[in-house]
C-alpha cells in the first residue's frame, strides 16, 4: 500500500482527484469504480473544475458505482443515483448512457446482483475503484462479517451504518436496511485501488486496515493482498497509525 499524507479534506480531494485524472488521461475510455458519501465529495468537485478549465474529458469513460440503497428510485434525493448526478455526472460532459449504478428498485435482487457483476466483467474490469472507508471498516457496504463477500449481493445495513448515514435522512427511521453493493471479490479485481480517508472518526478504521490483521471483522483490511492500492488521507485519519 501507498499512503498520501495530506494536511486537510481539501489537500486529501486534490490529491485523490490528481490520480483520478491522470487516470483519465492515461487512458481517456478507462472504467472508474465511484463511490459515495461525504468523503469522495471534494474530488469531485475538484475533477469538476478541472473539466470547467478545459483540462479534462469525460466523454470516453464509463463508470460503474460501487452501491445503492435498496428501495430507493432515481428520484429520491437520497439515492446514489440522484448523489452521482449531482455532484458530477450533471456537471461534466460524460455520456449518461456510460454511467452505471445499480438498480435499487429492481424487483428480483439476485438478479440485478448478478446483472451488475456480469455486466462490470463486460467492461474488461474496473481500471480504478474509488473508495471511502467507513468508521467500522466497511467498503462500499460490505460491512463486518464472518466471512468476505465475493461478488456483488444484497446487504443488512449494520446500526453503526444506518447511525452513520441517518444525518442525510429526515430520522434513522427513513434510513433503507439493504443495500445492493459489490462484492469484496469484485472490488479486488480493479486494477487500482484509491481509498480517501478524512477525519479523526476515521483514524481507528483506518489503522486497522493498514496495519491490522486481515479479517472480515474489518472488511477494508482485505486491501493489503491487492497490489496496487493509494491511501490518500489527512492528519486526523492517520492520527493513530503507528509511529
Same mark, same amino acid.
Given at each position: 500500500?501507498?499512503?498520501?499524507?495530506?494536511?486537510?479534506?481539501?489537500?486529501?480531494?486534490?490529491?485523490?482527484?490528481?490520480?483520478?485524472?491522470?487516470?483519465?488521461?492515461?487512458?481517456?475510455?478507462?472504467?472508474?469504480?465511484?463511490?459515495?458519501?461525504?468523503?469522495?465529495?471534494?474530488?469531485?468537485?475538484?475533477?469538476?473544475?478541472?473539466?470547467?478549465?478545459?483540462?479534462?474529458?469525460?466523454?470516453?469513460?464509463?463508470?460503474?458505482?460501487?452501491?445503492?440503497?435498496?428501495?430507493?428510485?432515481?428520484?429520491?434525493?437520497?439515492?446514489?443515483?440522484?448523489?452521482?448526478?449531482?455532484?458530477?455526472?450533471?456537471?461534466?460532459?460524460?455520456?449518461?448512457?456510460?454511467?452505471?449504478?445499480?438498480?435499487?428498485?429492481?424487483?428480483?435482487?439476485?438478479?440485478?446482483?448478478?446483472?451488475?457483476?456480469?455486466?462490470?466483467?463486460?467492461?474488461?474490469? /474496473?481500471?480504478?475503484?474509488? !473508495?471511502? #472507508?467507513?468508521? &467500522?471498516?466497511? *467498503?462500499?457496504?460490505? =460491512?463486518? @462479517?464472518? %466471512?468476505?463477500?465475493?461478488?456483488?449481493?444484497?446487504?443488512?445495513?449494520?446500526?453503526?451504518?444506518?447511525?452513520?448515514?441517518?444525518?442525510?435522512?429526515?430520522?434513522?427511521?427513513?434510513?433503507?436496511?439493504?443495500?445492493?453493493?459489490?462484492?469484496?471479490?469484485?472490488?479486488?479485481?480493479?486494477?487500482?485501488?484509491?481509498?480517501?480517508?478524512?477525519?479523526?472518526?476515521?483514524?481507528?478504521?483506518?489503522?486497522?486496515?493498514?496495519?491490522?490483521?486481515?479479517?472480515?471483522? /474489518?472488511?477494508?483490511?482485505? !486491501?493489503? #493482498?491487492?497490489? &496496487?492500492?493509494? *491511501?490518500?488521507?489527512? =492528519?486526523? @485519519?492517520? %492520527?493513530?497509525?503507528?509511529?
Amino acid at each position: 500500500m501507498k499512503i498520501i499524507r495530506t494536511r486537510d479534506y481539501k489537500d486529501m480531494s486534490r490529491k485523490a482527484a490528481n490520480l483520478i485524472s491522470a487516470q483519465i488521461l492515461l487512458k481517456p475510455d478507462c472504467v472508474l469504480g465511484l463511490a459515495t458519501g461525504s468523503s469522495p465529495i471534494g474530488t469531485y468537485d475538484q475533477l469538476v473544475e478541472w473539466y470547467q478549465k478545459g483540462d479534462l474529458d469525460f466523454k470516453q469513460v464509463k463508470t460503474v458505482n460501487l452501491d445503492e440503497y435498496k428501495g430507493l428510485n432515481h428520484e429520491n434525493d437520497q439515492s446514489y443515483y440522484y448523489f452521482m448526478h449531482h455532484h458530477l455526472f450533471d456537471r461534466v460532459n460524460i455520456n449518461p448512457a456510460n454511467t452505471n449504478v445499480p438498480n435499487g428498485m429492481a424487483e428480483d435482487g439476485e438478479a440485478e446482483c448478478q446483472r451488475y457483476e456480469d455486466f462490470i466483467g463486460s467492461l474488461g474490469g /474496473v481500471d480504478l475503484q474509488l !473508495l471511502g #472507508l467507513g468508521r &467500522n471498516g466497511h *467498503i462500499g457496504f460490505n =460491512e463486518p @462479517a464472518e %466471512s468476505f463477500a465475493k461478488m456483488t449481493h444484497c446487504v443488512d445495513l449494520t446500526e453503526s451504518t444506518i447511525e452513520a448515514n441517518k444525518r442525510f435522512f429526515a430520522s434513522a427511521d427513513d434510513v433503507p436496511r439493504q443495500a445492493y453493493t459489490m462484492g469484496i471479490g469484485t472490488i479486488m479485481k480493479a486494477d487500482k485501488i484509491l481509498v480517501v480517508v478524512s477525519g479523526e472518526d476515521k483514524a481507528d478504521a483506518l489503522a486497522k486496515t493498514v496495519y491490522g490483521e486481515i479479517t472480515p471483522e /474489518v472488511p477494508a483490511s482485505i !486491501l493489503q #493482498l491487492h497490489k &496496487n492500492v493509494t *491511501i490518500v488521507a489527512d =492528519e486526523a @485519519a492517520l %492520527s493513530k497509525m503507528p509511529k
